[in-house]
């Protein structure tokens, strides 16, 4: 089992910056990969960056060059943050962290209960 418990969100006007953190606990030896979706209302949930356990990290087109990935590990815990600048409108959602632990019959997927980002314009 891993645990996620996000922070960071907030209220920012359009071109500000915002870093959020995600800290995973429990069975992080098993993690695979850590990631950050957003939700924005009556929208699908999209991937926004991922890191995976080597360090590489992939973003979503509308993000590149603005947010970056990074992680930090500790001997208990993992985490993960996401620095977003130059923030626009269109970035506000809720921003749920995720653990990928692959398993021999199955994978699992961890979420966080989502922070809410808001950018005002």
């Known amino acids: 089992q891993v645990q996620l418990v996000e922070s960071g969100g907030g209220l920012v006007q359009a071109g500000g910056s915002l870093r959020l953190s995600c800290a995973a606990s429990?069975?992080?030896?098993?993690?695979?990969?850590m990631g950050w979706y957003r939700q924005a209302p009556g929208k699908e949930r999209e991937l926004v960056a991922y890191i995976d356990s080597g360090g590489s990290s992939s973003y979503a087109g509308s993000v590149k060059g603005r947010f970056t990935v990074s992680k930090d590990n500790a001997k208990n815990t993992v985490t993960v943050y996401l620095q977003m600048n130059s923030l626009k409108p269109e970035d506000t959602a809720v921003y749920y962290c995720?653990?990928?632990?692959?398993?021999?019959?199955?994978?699992?997927?961890?979420w966080g209960k989502g922070t809410q980002v808001t950018v005002s314009s």
């Open positions: 429990g069975s992080i030896f098993s993690i695979s990969e």
């Open positions: 995720n653990a990928e632990v692959p398993g021999i019959e199955h994978d699992s997927s961890y």
